[in-house]
């Protein structure tokens, strides 16, 4: 492996943002990792699973308008985002 970390991805946290007007079905694309990815340099024989990896923390956020808030408001604001990673995310609630 290369001294580098192509599968580490740092979460984001999104905190005491008012988001107007914010269709819910387009909040966060996160797209999948790409076969072509794989190299032997970064990942091996196998593709990088970078985009397998990404947490959006969101804490203290409002939403107004015409947003779906009964989709991302029912804890407060507060609610987190993951890719639908096979291997991890059915286990989360």
Request: proline share 12%.
């Amino acid at each position: 492996m290369s001294g580098g970390n192509p599968d580490y991805t740092a979460p984001s946290y999104i905190t005491n943002n008012r988001f107007v007007n914010v269709d819910m079905n387009s909040f966060a694309f996160i797209a999948s990792p790409e076969p072509a990815w794989a190299n032997p340099a970064d990942c091996g024989n196998f593709p990088c699973t970078g985009p397998h990896n990404v947490l959006m923390d969101f804490k203290d956020n409002t939403f107004e308008g015409t947003s779906d808030t009964s989709v991302a408001n029912p804890n407060g604001g507060n609610f987190q985002i993951i890719p639908n990673n096979p291997g991890f995310s059915p286990f989360i609630s």
